[in-house]
């Protein structure tokens, strides 16, 4: 079937380090995405790729990084400048990026706890 | 600026009960589209209905329905005969010129058997 996937489901880390969250789509959209969302809020746009080997920032970028080195996967770290890294994650695909004609889909998350 | 507001955070109805989200949307933009989404405990968004600003027809699809009025800047989402299976978070969301999915901060709907 297919889809977008995100490992892990729940991901803890030590304050200070490093942590890359995986994300993999077999629907062979150019677009992908990720966005962060706290409890009460809604999806803020971290990072966004319409095409392999070119991404553009999104509204909240600083303290992550990202790379599009192929057509399925879109990686995300959060870096250790990233002042509040604990978060729902959420990677999503589109046919094409921009003018609202085709619609994002989602992959399941991954939590990130950062202690 | 872009901007989405669904002021309901939390709805809870009893089971078959009518209810209606809210979605007020503020854009500059002449050619937008409108979005809701669905996101079930599990966590994954679940894309419901997609409308572009020229088109103000209510769509309905089986207990769902959606109202457009453009006069009002209003997006708002009906499910007739609430089931606990729609128990979730619904979220509205806006793309305009920016490219980029603008998104309330969502509602909180449970359905009480």
């Known amino acids: 079937d297919g889809g977008i996937t995100q490992s892990p489901k729940y991901l803890f880390r030590k304050e200070g380090q490093n942590v890359t969250l995986s994300c993999e789509q077999n629907?062979?959209?150019?677009?992908m995405y990720w966005y962060r969302q706290d409890p009460g809020q809604g999806l803020r746009l971290i990072y966004y790729?319409?095409?392999?080997?070119?991404?553009q920032k999104g509204d909240i970028a600083e303290g992550y990084s990202v790379s599009r080195e192929k057509k399925e996967s879109f990686p995300l770290t959060v870096t250790s400048a990233q002042k509040n890294p604990t978060a729902f994650y959420l990677c999503?695909?589109?046919?094409?990026?921009?003018?609202?004609?085709?619609?994002?889909?989602f992959g399941p998350g991954t939590r990130l706890t950062v202690t | 600026a872009q901007k989405v507001t669904q002021a309901q955070t939390e709805i809870s109805v009893v089971e078959k009960e009518d209810v209606t989200l809210d979605c007020v949307y503020e854009?500059?933009?002449?050619?937008?589209?409108l979005f809701w989404y669905k996101q079930p405990p599990s966590g994954e968004l679940v894309f419901l209905i997609r409308?572009?600003?020229?088109?103000?027809q209510n769509e309905i699809s089986g207990r769902y329905s959606w109202n457009f009025q453009k006069s009002t800047s209003s997006f708002n989402f009906t499910i007739t005969a609430s089931q606990v299976v729609d128990s979730a978070v619904y979220f509205c969301?806006?793309?305009?010129?920016?490219?980029?999915?603008?998104f309330g901060k969502g509602t909180k709907l449970t359905v009480n058997p």
């Open positions: 969301a806006l793309e305009g010129g920016s490219e980029k999915l603008v």
């Open positions: 999503a695909s589109s046919i094409a990026a921009g003018s609202g004609k085709y619609e994002q889909y």
């Open positions: 409308r572009n600003s020229f088109d103000e």
């Open positions: 629907l062979n959209h150019d677009a």
């Open positions: 790729s319409q095409i392999v080997n070119d991404f």
């Open positions: 854009t500059r933009d002449t050619t937008y589209y």
